[in-house]
């Protein structure tokens, strides 16, 4: 059973768009959700954070939207650039981010010059 | 900054061999996690500690042990390998309670 689900799979967009991930979550003790983005042959490379007194946080072009109550986050990816092409994960954890990350299943993102 | 350095990058080896693979953590940080992500999929939580007692654990094989040393570098050892072992494994460290995990490039391990 999947604990934090991602969609979409799969992502294109032009140079310049904005894609938007959703993750979804179920466990109401996670308190802790970061996006990591990972290139080929990398480890995952932590984007941005937020925990759930927060409504929204932005960190240059990347923004996560969370809802609470819907048990829901998003991230947002401004001005998108080719550069940018990676796969993201979403993730939640317990304990303020000390306890293990459980992933999303990933999107792959592609940015079109 | 120093990130996470996993070694070796790269491991082949045969079914039925035992493989070590080391992490050493960010600089005077002393939790450390391992993940194993298979082709197309995303991380799995394997095991982690903290100052050296283990802190949790995952869908580790019975097959696999790992540790913290001292010094807070961590090995990771597989034993009777198996061709589903065939993975990328990632170690994590952070501050407990205080700072996100940060990931090294992780091994890539190959049965044949």
């Known amino acids: 059973q999947q604990q934090v689900k991602q969609s979409p799979q799969s992502l294109i967009v032009q140079k310049g768009g904005i894609p938007i991930i959703n993750c979804a979550y179920e466990n109401t003790a996670f308190d802790y959700f970061p996006w990591y983005q990972q290139f080929p042959g990398k480890g995952p490379a932590l984007l941005i954070a937020i925990r759930p007194d927060v409504s929204e946080k932005k960190e240059g072009r990347f923004t996560i939207s969370f809802n609470k109550s819907a048990k829901q986050f998003s991230l947002h990816i401004m001005d998108s650039q080719p550069g940018d092409s990676a796969t993201y994960f979403c993730?939640?954890?317990?304990?303020?981010?000390?306890?293990?990350?459980?992933f999303g299943k990933g999107t792959k993102l592609t940015v079109n010059p | 900054a120093a990130g996470v350095i996993q070694s070796p990058r790269h491991l082949i080896k045969e079914k039925r061999e035992t493989a070590t693979l080391k992490c050493y953590p960010i600089p005077r940080h002393d939790t450390v996690y391992w993940y194993q992500q298979g082709p197309g999929q995303d991380p799995q939580f394997l095991i982690s500690f903290y100052e050296k007692m283990q802190s949790d654990k995952g869908s580790i094989p019975d097959r696999f042990s790992a540790q913290q040393f001292s010094d807070y570098h961590s090995e990771l050892n597989m034993s009777s390998l198996e061709l589903g072992d065939s993975a990328l494994y990632f170690c994590?460290?952070?501050?407990?309670?205080?700072?996100?995990?940060?990931f090294g490039d992780g091994t890539r391990l190959s049965i044949l």
């Open positions: 994590a460290s952070s501050l407990q309670a205080v700072q996100p995990q940060h």
């Open positions: 993730a939640a954890s317990k304990g303020s981010g000390s306890e293990k990350l459980v």
